[in-house]
């Protein structure tokens, strides 16, 4: 069986142009691939607002920034976390937080890397649908949050892995203050036009695995538009963490992240955990 972090597996390559793609709906006649896929090398890897020049910063408030990584199963999420952590610890005081329905898999993946100090992991057996322990009763998680803040804090960054789920999935913003939605190519070119809240409503849309767009006849343009065409400005990186481990840009938009949190202004009173960044109430899914 295929796992989602037994893809990142060789050297880091070079990254490619950043650029806005044209607005637009999509033709019928476009959403049907009729030309072998754009090599992922050849394209740009970004669609919409991401800002690389941010850099980090604490909270005002003192409380961590808390970021979601979400999506269905075998979509990255455990290996883009890795590769987050791997760009980020050095700058960052950073910690973990998984979801497994029954095993700590995803945890124990994360310690064996070598990616943070084990103690900064913590994993959650949710025991029920996934997005049930980031969306319905989030109590579990936030007490693993906190525990990490009191072991380890002041913190930068908790990011709060989801386990796989479907399209569906999303966190509460009681628990995050900004969500990354991951889907991957595997699936076909036709999973962003599918929708649901995780593509068209989530802060940042990852599109990865672009590597195996030439084997499963996916047209990452088709994909491109779809995305744009349901996110209207909210951002969309497509990556491909077998070519770029780092995944550099989506460390850029979660430095970004960090740069609005220290620039909003402090909440009158102690954190809470549903304090929600001052960027996300102005403007949801933007960066501000």
Not at 135 to 151: G, H, K, M, Q
């Amino acid at each position: 069986m295929h796992r989602e972090h037994d893809i990142q597996t060789s050297p880091a390559a070079g990254g490619g142009p950043a650029r806005r793609t044209g607005a637009g709906h999509p033709s019928e006649a476009a959403q049907q691939p009729t030309s072998p896929p754009t090599p992922p090398a050849a394209r740009p890897s970004v669609v919409g607002d991401v800002r690389p020049e941010a850099r980090p910063g604490a909270r005002p408030d003192g409380r961590a920034v808390r970021i979601g990584v979400g999506g269905p199963v075998g979509s990255g999420k455990t290996a883009l976390v890795a590769a987050l952590c791997r760009a980020l610890a050095g700058t960052l005081r950073l910690a973990v937080v998984t979801n497994d329905i029954y095993t700590t898999e995803d945890a124990d993946f994360l310690r064996a890397a070598g990616v943070l100090d084990p103690a900064r992991i913590r994993a959650i057996e949710t025991g029920c649908c996934p997005h049930t322990a980031i969306r319905d009763d989030i109590s579990a998680n936030l007490d693993a949050v906190e525990d990490l803040e009191a072991d380890f804090g002041p913190l930068d960054l908790v990011l709060v892995e989801s386990g796989g789920d479907n399209l569906t999935a999303t966190f509460s913003y009681g628990l995050v203050d900004r969500q990354i939605f991951v889907i991957d190519v595997a699936g076909g070119d036709k999973v962003p036009r599918k929708g649901g809240p995780g593509v068209t409503n989530s802060d940042l849309l990852v599109i990865n695995k672009t590597d195996l767009a030439p084997l499963v006849g996916a047209d990452l343009d088709v994909m491109a538009r779809d995305a744009e065409r349901l996110r209207h400005d909210r951002p969309v990186l497509f990556t491909s963490l077998t070519a770029q481990p780092g995944a550099a840009e989506v460390a850029n938009w979660v430095l970004g992240v960090l740069a609005a949190a220290h620039a909003a202004p402090a909440p009158h009173g102690p954190p809470r955990p549903s304090d929600h960044l001052a960027a996300q109430t102005a403007a949801p899914g933007r960066l501000s």
